[in-house]
């Protein structure tokens, strides 16, 4: 078993006997739930928009070298710097070295989750930099020196008085642990960066080929903040995250805010289309967008999950996903958890490192229903498995079945098995979970039903007799 | 920075990449095993508004969605009767928030609005010190549209003086006119097009409701980094 593997399995027996952390997730998401349905409600087709939208994603990514050829010339014909990096070094590298022309201090983040996939803060902080996320969740899980718990409520496993405690000794101010004062704590702290921060730092959920831009959708103002005041933008983004027209974006921007928060729109959906224009008022001198690889044209390569970079990371199938909700978003030890987490992973950083993720499913297929572009998500799991097998087979497994298939193909030995099986019952049961049980890893949490005095077969005969 | 060809030879490659990927088509979302879709110039969203929350056709009904939206939205609509009313409007709203400093941009119906109201304004065009709109009370703009369908207002950074005015200063009002009231999204893109292509401006946003968090335990709180206050005043 890969130490990934024995891990996970460490920490999710840990986080499913933890009934404290298991309800503060239920209530957020059963919150979510009722929101996200009214929602969907008020769409005159839901399923229609899905569809929709799932093949409008797939002609974009079925073209992608086409529509990013569009989107590059579209941005750099307003003077933005376009690069590309095929690793997340070569993107980190990238920031790097804008900070060092700019001979920048101070960078203000908003939500990425492709930065925390390049391991981009760590990068900035070794070469000395502030870096501050100004999303609130992603802030308070920056001052717990944490990754974020989920792709789009980062810190819903935390209550509020964990957040005064947190605030109070990191930030040394939290009058008290109602929602409202904490957010303006750090709302107040916050208002300095901005203003003084010499690099906004973004990503961006969807970009525009046609008219060369890109669209950040949030909730705080955050996001506008950062592209406004300090003198350098800089965006990173997935290759994936295109869309062939601005018109898209009327069906996008209301799926994604439906599906990730149950929102109709949220608060802010901002395209930009380059640095400061003549005859505007504010904005970034300096506009780069950083188009990242990093695995994707692998994923790419793979024609049966290419639907995988579809993804809009809402949030949605985490939301929806039995183990999510026991296990924890932590558990994963991913940047993207939950069945999509479970599905990219292993192409992202190895399959057989990673393929435990996949068995992390009952397979409900509640994942694939809640995608608001229809990723077959439950499928690429089964998928993985299958791959995973192939590549690399488990000896003890195959040995297994071989034997299974040996005795199942000969009655004579299969009536001899049952009488064995219906002998040796009772005794197992006497070494039930312990280390002795053979079938520990399943018998220690769960009951083998006990098998019938007779089986069907001969009851079968015996009423022919 | 990169010297232009290492630059140049990691896009080649990436595009490299990507067109030896797709060599092995996909199938089609939802038809297994078809045969690829042809890149088309027709959008599937396209027929967005046939699925998307549906809007009435009059304009009296597209208004009442839009108030009845932007309320539940705790952003607030003050209808007035005239343009000469927006003037009262705003006045009184200075009175009430003890307005001591507004900030705001050149247009004709902020010019029009803020002439009489005798604070000190901070004006955004040509460029303004950030340190003194923060200190404002409220940033009073223009806006490209409003849309029915989610209660949004559109703005632009050429329409509503920049990217900080509608974010910086606590209190956002609107200025609109009725006419400027479109139905729904696909509108409103259409309208951004027709309005501005290929000369966008550097920053397009849809700002429904005033800004917000749920990041505490899932809990609203307005005013997380953007206004506390939006308030739509239209004539
Ligand atoms: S796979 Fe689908 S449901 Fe999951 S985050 Fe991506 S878009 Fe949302």
Same mark, same amino acid.
């Given at each position: 078993?890969?130490?990934?593997?024995?891990?996970?399995?460490?920490?999710?027996?840990?986080?499913?006997?933890?009934?404290?952390?298991?309800?503060?997730?239920?209530?957020?998401?059963?919150?979510?739930?009722?929101?996200?349905?009214?929602?969907?409600?008020?769409?005159?087709?839901?399923?229609?928009?899905?569809?929709?939208?799932?093949?409008?994603?797939?002609?974009?990514?079925?073209?992608?070298?086409?529509?990013?050829?569009?989107?590059?010339?579209?941005?750099?014909? /307003?003077?933005?710097?376009?690069?590309?990096?095929?690793?997340?070094?070569?993107?980190?590298?990238?920031?790097?070295?804008?900070?060092?022309?700019?001979?920048?201090?101070?960078?203000?983040?908003?939500?990425?989750?492709?930065?925390?996939?390049?391991?981009?803060?760590?990068?900035?902080?070794?070469?000395?930099?502030?870096?501050?996320?100004?999303?609130?969740?992603?802030?308070?899980?920056?001052? /717990?020196?944490?990754?974020?718990?989920?792709?789009?409520?980062?810190?819903?496993?935390?209550?509020?008085?964990?957040?005064?405690?947190?605030?109070?000794?990191?930030?040394?101010?939290?009058?008290?642990?109602?929602?409202?004062?904490?957010?303006?704590?750090?709302?107040?702290?916050?208002?300095?960066?901005?203003?003084?921060?010499?690099?906004?730092?973004?990503?961006?959920?969807?970009?525009?080929?046609?008219?060369?831009?890109?669209?950040?959708?949030?909730?705080?103002?955050?996001?506008?903040?950062?592209?406004?005041?300090?003198?350098?933008?800089?965006?990173?983004?997935?290759?994936?995250?295109?869309?062939?027209?601005?018109?898209?974006?009327?069906?996008?921007?209301?799926?994604?805010?439906?599906?990730?928060?149950?929102?109709?729109?949220?608060?802010?959906?901002?395209?930009?289309?380059?640095?400061?224009?003549?005859?505007?008022?504010?904005?970034?001198?300096?506009?780069?967008?950083?188009?990242?690889?990093?695995?994707?044209?692998?994923?790419?390569?793979?024609?049966?999950?290419?639907?995988?970079?579809?993804?809009?990371?809402?949030?949605?199938?985490?939301?929806?996903?039995?183990?999510? /909700?026991?296990?924890?978003?932590?558990?994963?030890?991913?940047?993207?958890?939950?069945?999509?987490?479970?599905?990219?992973?292993?192409?992202?950083?190895?399959?057989?490192?990673?393929?435990?993720?996949?068995?992390?499913?009952?397979?409900?297929?509640?994942?694939?229903?809640?995608?608001?572009?229809?990723?077959?998500?439950?499928?690429?799991?089964?998928?993985?498995?299958?791959?995973?097998?192939?590549?690399?087979?488990?000896?003890?497994? /195959?040995?297994?079945?071989?034997?299974?298939?040996?005795?199942?193909?000969?009655?004579?030995?299969?009536?001899?098995?049952?009488?064995?099986?219906?002998?040796?019952?009772?005794?197992?049961?006497?070494?039930?979970?312990?280390?002795?049980?053979?079938?520990?890893?399943?018998?220690?949490?769960?009951?083998?039903?006990?098998?019938?005095?007779?089986?069907?077969?001969?009851?079968?005969?015996?009423?022919?007799? | 920075?990169?010297?232009?060809?290492?630059?140049?030879?990691?896009?080649?490659?990436?595009?490299?990449?990507?067109?030896?990927?797709?060599?092995?088509?996909?199938?089609?979302?939802?038809?297994?095993?078809?045969?690829?879709?042809?890149?088309?110039?027709?959008?599937?969203?396209?027929?967005?508004?046939?699925?998307?929350?549906?809007?009435?056709?009059?304009?009296?009904?597209?208004?009442?969605?839009?108030?009845?939206?932007?309320?539940?939205?705790?952003?607030?609509?003050?209808?007035?009767?005239?343009?000469?009313?927006?003037?009262?409007?705003?006045?009184?709203?200075?009175?009430?928030?003890?307005?001591?400093?507004?900030?705001?941009?050149?247009?004709?119906?902020?010019?029009?609005?803020?002439?009489?109201?005798?604070?000190?304004?901070?004006?955004?065009?040509?460029?303004?010190?950030?340190?003194?709109?923060?200190?404002?009370?409220?940033?009073?703009?223009?806006?490209?549209?409003?849309?029915?369908?989610?209660?949004?207002?559109?703005?632009?950074?050429?329409?509503?003086?920049?990217?900080?005015?509608?974010?910086?200063?606590?209190?956002?009002?609107?200025?609109?006119?009725?006419?400027?009231?479109?139905?729904?999204?696909?509108?409103?893109?259409?309208?951004?097009?027709?309005?501005?292509?290929?000369?966008?401006?550097?920053?397009?946003?849809?700002?429904?409701?005033?800004?917000?968090?749920?990041?505490?335990?899932?809990?609203?709180?307005?005013?997380?980094?953007?206004?506390?206050?939006?308030?739509?005043?239209?004539?």
């Amino acid at each position: 078993m890969s130490t990934f593997a024995s891990q996970f399995l460490k920490q999710a027996r840990v986080m499913t006997a933890d009934l404290r952390h298991r309800k503060i997730i239920r209530t957020a998401l059963t919150n979510y739930e009722i929101v996200r349905d009214k929602r969907k409600g008020a769409f005159q087709s839901w399923e229609s928009a899905r569809q929709a939208a799932a093949e409008t994603k797939w002609e974009a990514v079925n073209h992608l070298d086409k529509y990013l050829v569009e989107l590059v010339s579209k941005l750099e014909a /307003r003077g933005t710097k376009v690069h590309w990096a095929s690793t997340g070094a070569q993107a980190s590298e990238i920031i790097l070295q804008i900070v060092r022309d700019k001979q920048a201090r101070s960078v203000i983040k908003s939500k990425s989750m492709t930065s925390e996939e390049v391991h981009l803060n760590a990068a900035l902080e070794k070469a000395g930099l502030e870096v501050v996320e100004s999303d609130l969740g992603e802030f308070i899980m920056q001052l /717990r020196d944490e990754p974020p718990y989920h792709i789009v409520f980062p810190s819903m496993h935390l209550t509020r008085g964990e957040i005064k405690d947190l605030f109070q000794r990191e930030l040394g101010d939290a009058p008290s642990d109602s929602p409202e004062e904490l957010t303006m704590v750090a709302r107040r702290a916050l208002r300095k960066k901005y203003l003084t921060a010499d690099i906004g730092f973004t990503g961006a959920n969807f970009a525009i080929a046609e008219t060369g831009m890109i669209s950040i959708t949030e909730n705080e103002g955050n996001a506008r903040l950062t592209s406004a005041l300090p003198k350098t933008m800089v965006s990173l983004l997935g290759i994936e995250k295109v869309l062939p027209r601005l018109e898209d974006l009327a069906l996008f921007l209301p799926m994604l805010a439906t599906a990730g928060t149950g929102q109709a729109l949220t608060c802010y959906n901002t395209m930009y289309g380059g640095p400061r224009q003549p005859g505007e008022s504010d904005g970034p001198e300096e506009f780069h967008v950083i188009l990242l690889d990093n695995h994707r044209t692998e994923l790419l390569a793979d024609a049966e999950q290419r639907d995988a970079l579809h993804c809009i990371r809402c949030g949605a199938c985490l939301n929806a996903c039995p183990i999510f /909700r026991n296990v924890g978003g932590h558990t994963y030890a991913t940047t993207y958890s939950g069945p999509i987490g479970s599905v990219i992973t292993p192409h992202l950083r190895g399959l057989q490192d990673w393929k435990h993720l996949s068995n992390a499913s009952s397979l409900c297929g509640g994942c694939t229903e809640a995608c608001p572009v229809k990723i077959d998500l439950h499928h690429h799991l089964l998928q993985n498995r299958r791959n995973a097998a192939t590549e690399e087979p488990a000896f003890f497994e /195959r040995s297994l079945y071989q034997i299974f298939g040996f005795v199942a193909n000969r009655p004579a030995l299969w009536a001899v098995a049952k009488k064995l099986g219906r002998f040796g019952q009772p005794l197992q049961n006497l070494v039930k979970g312990t280390a002795l049980d053979p079938a520990k890893a399943w018998t220690q949490t769960r009951d083998l039903p006990p098998m019938p005095k007779e089986s069907f077969k001969d009851w079968w005969q015996k009423r022919k007799g | 920075m990169k010297n232009e060809e290492t630059v140049l030879s990691e896009r080649e490659k990436i595009l490299a990449r990507v067109r030896e990927a797709l060599k092995i088509p996909a199938h089609v979302p939802g038809a297994h095993g078809t045969a690829p879709l042809p890149a088309s110039a027709h959008s599937p969203a396209a027929d967005a508004r046939s699925w998307l929350p549906k809007v009435g056709d009059s304009f009296a009904e597209q208004l009442a969605l839009f108030q009845s939206t932007a309320a539940e939205l705790k952003a607030e609509v003050q209808m007035v009767a005239s343009r000469d009313a927006v003037k009262a409007a705003l006045a009184k709203m200075a009175s009430d928030g003890n307005w001591k400093r507004i900030a705001t941009h050149k247009g004709e119906l902020t010019d029009f609005a803020t002439a009489d109201l005798g604070l000190p304004i901070c004006r955004t065009e040509g460029g303004y010190d950030v340190q003194e709109m923060e200190a404002c009370d409220a940033g009073i703009t223009e806006c490209d549209a409003l849309v029915a369908q989610t209660g949004s207002v559109l703005v632009t950074s050429l329409s509503a003086g920049g990217r900080g005015l509608s974010v910086l200063p606590p209190h956002h009002v609107v200025i609109a006119r009725r006419e400027q009231l479109v139905a729904d999204l696909p509108a409103a893109f259409a309208l951004v097009q027709k309005k501005y292509a290929p000369h966008f401006p550097s920053m397009i946003s849809f700002i429904t409701g005033p800004s917000r968090t749920g990041d505490i335990e899932r809990i609203l709180v307005l005013g997380a980094h953007g206004p506390k206050k939006l308030t739509i005043l239209c004539f």
